[in-house]
C-alpha cells in the first residue's frame, strides 16, 4: 500500500463549487503540505503543518482553506473553484529534524479541472 | 528572480548517453539539496539528497553541490529509457519551514 495517498485522482468541477482534496498517510510523519503544480510554475506551496493544532500559509494560500483532523490526515478546500485553480494537487509528508527526515515524501497527485 | 532557476528542457538524449541536469539557486542559506524523479501522472520520489557542498554517488546517479556558485547538478550515467521522467531539484535552509523546487526538466532517454 502507497504511504501517501489522495483521493480523488482525478476531479472535474464547476466555477463556484466547494470541493475537498484528501491526503492520508501511513508513514507517521508530523509535517504534512499541499502544493499545487502548474507547468512552468513547478511546485508552490499552499498551506503546511507541522502537527494536528499547527496550520500555516504557503506562498499561495489565497482561495484555499485546510484542515488537519488528525495526525495522519490533512485536507485541502478550495471554498469557490475558479478556472485558474486547474492544476495538479500534491500532498506531501516530512520528518522533523535534520538530515534525509527533512525531505519530503509525495501523494500519486490529484487531478484537478475547474470548468 | 526566483529562488531556484531550473531549465525545463525538454532534453532528449540516446541510450548510454550521459546526462547533465543542473539548478542556480539565490539563497546562500540553502544548506539541503535534493533531486526528485517525476513519472507521468505520478508525484515526485526522492533520488537524491545532499547536505552542504560536495558530491554524492548512488548507482548511476552523482549529485553535486558548489555552494560558492549557488549550483547544483545530477549527473546519470549509462542512461536508460526509464530514466524519461521530470527531474526536480529543491532545496531548504537550517532554519525556515519552505522547500524551494525548480520548475523540473523533462528528460527523454531514446532506445
Known amino acids: 500500500d502507497a504511504d501517501v495517498t489522495q483521493t480523488p485522482r482525478n476531479r472535474i468541477t464547476k466555477t463556484g463549487k466547494r470541493i475537498m482534496l484528501e491526503c492520508s498517510q501511513t508513514?507517521?510523519?508530523?509535517?504534512m503540505y499541499w502544493y499545487r503544480q502548474d507547468p512552468g510554475l513547478g511546485l508552490r506551496l499552499i498551506y503546511y503543518s507541522f502537527d494536528v493544532k499547527d496550520i500555516n500559509k504557503g506562498e499561495i494560500s489565497d482561495g484555499y482553506s485546510v484542515s488537519r483532523q488528525a495526525q495522519a490526515k490533512f485536507s485541502l478546500s478550495l471554498e469557490s473553484a475558479i478556472p485558474n485553480q486547474t492544476a495538479l494537487y500534491f500532498c506531501?509528508?516530512?520528518?522533523?529534524?535534520?538530515?534525509?527526515?527533512?525531505?519530503?515524501?509525495f501523494g500519486p497527485g490529484t487531478r484537478l479541472l475547474v470548468l | 528572480q526566483k529562488e531556484v532557476e531550473q531549465d525545463p528542457g525538454p532534453l532528449s538524449v540516446p541510450e548510454g548517453a550521459i546526462v547533465s541536469l543542473n539548478c542556480t539557486y539565490s539563497?546562500?542559506?540553502?544548506?539541503?539539496f535534493m533531486w526528485y524523479r517525476q513519472y507521468s501522472r505520478k508525484g515526485p520520489e526522492l533520488l537524491m539528497y545532499?547536505?552542504?557542498?560536495g558530491n554524492k554517488e548512488d548507482g548511476r546517479f552523482t549529485a553535486q553541490v558548489d555552494k560558492s556558485s549557488k549550483y547544483i547538478s545530477l549527473f546519470i550515467r549509462d542512461s536508460q529509457p526509464s530514466d524519461s521522467a521530470t527531474y526536480l531539484c529543491?532545496?531548504?535552509?537550517?532554519?525556515?519551514?519552505?522547500?524551494?523546487f525548480g520548475t523540473g526538466t523533462s528528460l527523454t532517454v531514446i532506445p
Open positions: 545532499t547536505y552542504s557542498s
Open positions: 529543491a532545496m531548504r535552509a537550517n532554519t525556515g519551514n519552505q522547500f524551494y
Open positions: 539563497n546562500s542559506a540553502f544548506q539541503y
Open positions: 506531501a509528508t516530512s520528518l522533523p529534524g535534520t538530515g534525509l527526515g527533512e525531505t519530503q515524501y
Open positions: 508513514k507517521g510523519h508530523d509535517r
